[in-house]
């Protein structure tokens, strides 16, 4: 179930609320707004810099590279509805991920950032496979592991408290425009949740 043309897709207020909640906390605006404030959590002012080049890298490219597709026409929207069309934007992604990586890592990057992009390439090691054959939702996996992610620059405790909030709505939202089942919400939460936990147990953070 994709949802595709499908008639109940956005009718109502229901319908009106779930693609607010989709536009709000779509991939590209949290891969873009993460950096910065883990940056300026880690490491101040400098942090948040470095912070503005990851933003650029691992969500501006991509972005740039599917606002595009948009305009053509080669692709139905910026939230890559059509399955079989996601192939070469996450590809972009994944390469401006890992040069962004690299960078980090080469110029001396607060640890805590490079631990957030390494999760964010992590995701994609896993989420970029799976939608090759079957529509997991990136707008799932995304928002978990943000929280998982600001959980460890914020009080953990009511960031994951309203954090599981608004993954729960996001989830809710991507379900009641038609654009995924439940399974595929649901295994995008724990792919996006487990991956950042596991980079970040990695680099000790």
Known sequence: MTGQGMAGDGEGTAGAAARW???????????????????LMADGWPGAAWGLVAS????????????????????????LVDRASRTVPLLVAVVAVVVALTLLILLGAPRLLVATVTAMLAALAVTVPITLRWKISFHAAVSAGTVVVLAHVLPAAPTLAAGALVVATVCWARVRLTHHTPAQVAAGTVTGAGTAWAALSAFGV
């Open 21 to 39: 909640v989709t536009g709000l906390f779509a991939p590209q605006v949290l891969v873009i707004g993460l950096p910065p404030i883990v940056g």
């Open 56 to 79: 650029a890298l691992c969500g501006g490219i991509p972005a740039v590279v599917i606002l595009a597709g948009v305009r053509s026409g080669r692709l139905d929207s910026h939230h």
